[in-house]
Nanobody, 129 residues
Framework: QVQLVESGGGLGQAGVALRLSCAAS????????MVWFRQAPGKERELVAV????????YYADSVKGRFPISKDNGKNTVYLPMNDLKPEATAVYYC??????????????????????WGQGTQVTVSS
């Protein structure tokens, strides 16, 4: 049974740093891209960052470039999302997801919510001003 289990969410004031983790199990993810989405209240789910499991390519939403450096640990089958200098608009539920690696390059290749094979349960991040 494939599982993606997120952890690391929490509450903090603007400027705080948090690190999310996504522990993946149940299959081999070598041909997958691992991503983080977020969904704020009343808004659509938004792709935040992508990392390809095999090659390590990364893509980001413009709003988080330079502050949320996604990474992976192959040995631990875990993907991380360090989030630095958090702003109140980052308040959302953050989801880890996995999809087979696309035959294209760039953020837009992975932005479709309906194209993912596996999802985690989500972790809440709340940033106050």
């Amino acid at each position: 049974q494939v599982q993606l289990v997120e952890s690391g969410g929490g509450l903090g004031q603007a400027g705080v740093a948090l690190r999310l983790s996504c522990a993946a199990s149940g299959r081999t993810f070598n041909n997958y891209a691992m991503v983080w989405f977020r969904q704020a209240p009343g808004k659509e789910r938004e792709l935040v960052a992508v990392v390809s499991w095999r090659g390590g390519s990364t893509y980001y939403a413009d709003s988080v470039k330079g502050r949320f450096p996604i990474s992976k640990d192959n040995g631990k089958n875990t993907v991380y999302l360090p989030m630095n200098d958090l702003k109140p608009e980052a308040t959302a539920v953050y989801y880890c997801a996995a999809a087979t690696t696309r035959n294209c390059v760039g953020y837009g290749c992975y932005a479709g919510v309906g194209e993912y094979d596996y999802w985690g349960q989500g972790t809440q991040v709340t940033v106050s001003s």
